[in-house]
C-alpha cells in the first residue's frame, strides 16, 4: 500500500533555531502534499498546500516567512520552522496526495518541542 | 470556510456498550472520510462515502452518509478497548480536493 514517511518522528530545539521536517510519499508520486498542525486533543488542522515546483498555498493566518515550505520533487515536501518559539511546539502531520488516483495518504506526524 | 462540527467530543463508554457519533456540516461535501487517530501517529483512514445516503459496514463499524451530503454517523456496535482512539471525519471539496476535519471525537472505551 502507499507508505508516507516523516522525518524526523520527533525532534526537541531550542527557542530562536530553525527546525527541517521532511514528508516523503515512498511508493507513489505526489504533485500535491500537505501539511496540518495538531495540538493536543485536537483536530488536524490545514496549515498549506505544496505543489510541486511552484509555491506553496498557506492558509489563513498562517505565516508563510515562518513556516516555509519546498516541494522540490514528485515524493518529498519539507516544512521548516524558523525562527522557533514555545509556541510553535505542535505535532505536525504531512499528507500526500498520488497523482493519479487522487487518494490522499498520510504520514505518522512529528512531534516538534521548542525549549 | 467549511466548517465540520463533531459530537459528542468526548466518550467514555463500558466494553460492549453501542455508540454513534456524527459529524454535521452547512456545507455539501463531494466526499467525506472518516479516520481513526492514536496518540503520536498520523490518522488512519477507515472509509470514504461518496454518494447521498450510501451506508457502509466494516465489520462492527456502520457508516452512513446524509442524503444530501452534509452530514454523516459512525455507529460502533460492541464497542471494544481497542475501539479507543480519536475518530475524525473530513470532507473533501470537489475542486481543490481539499480536507476539512471535524472537531473531533475522542472515544474511550473501558474494559
Known amino acids: 500500500g502507499a507508505v508516507v514517511s516523516q522525518h524526523p518522528s520527533w525532534v526537541i530545539c531550542k527557542s530562536g533555531t530553525s527546525v527541517k521536517i521532511e514528508c516523503r510519499s515512498l511508493d507513489f508520486q505526489a504533485t500535491t502534499m500537505f501539511w496540518y498542525r495538531q495540538f493536543p486533543k485536537q483536530s488536524l488542522m490545514l496549515m498549506a498546500t505544496s505543489n510541486e515546483g511552484s509555491k506553496a498555498t498557506y492558509e489563513q493566518g498562517v505565516e508563510k516567512d515562518k513556516f516555509l515550505i519546498n516541494h522540490a520533487s514528485l515524493t518529498l515536501s519539507t516544512l521548516t520552522v524558523t525562527s522557533a518559539h514555545p509556541e510553535d511546539s505542535s505535532f505536525y502531520i504531512c499528507s500526500a496526495r498520488d497523482r493519479w488516483d487522487n487518494e490522499q495518504f498520510f504520514g505518522p506526524g512529528t512531534r516538534l518541542t521548542v525549549l | 470556510t467549511q466548517l465540520l462540527e463533531q459530537s459528542p467530543q468526548f466518550l467514555s463508554i463500558q466494553e460492549g456498550e453501542n455508540l454513534t457519533v456524527y459529524c454535521n456540516s452547512s456545507?455539501?461535501?463531494?466526499?467525506l472520510q472518516w479516520y481513526r487517530q492514536e496518540p503520536g501517529e498520523g490518522p488512519v483512514l477507515l472509509v470514504t462515502v461518496v454518494t447521498g445516503g450510501e451506508v457502509k459496514k466494516l465489520k462492527r463499524l456502520t457508516f452512513q452518509f446524509g442524503d444530501a451530503r452534509k452530514d454523516s454517523s459512525l455507529h460502533i456496535t460492541a464497542a471494544q478497548t481497542g475501539d479507543t482512539g480519536l475518530y475524525l471525519c473530513a470532507g473533501a471539496d470537489g475542486s481543490a480536493r481539499q480536507l476539512t476535519f471535524g472537531s473531533g471525537t475522542q472515544l474511550t472505551v473501558l474494559p
Open positions: 456545507s455539501v461535501f463531494s466526499s
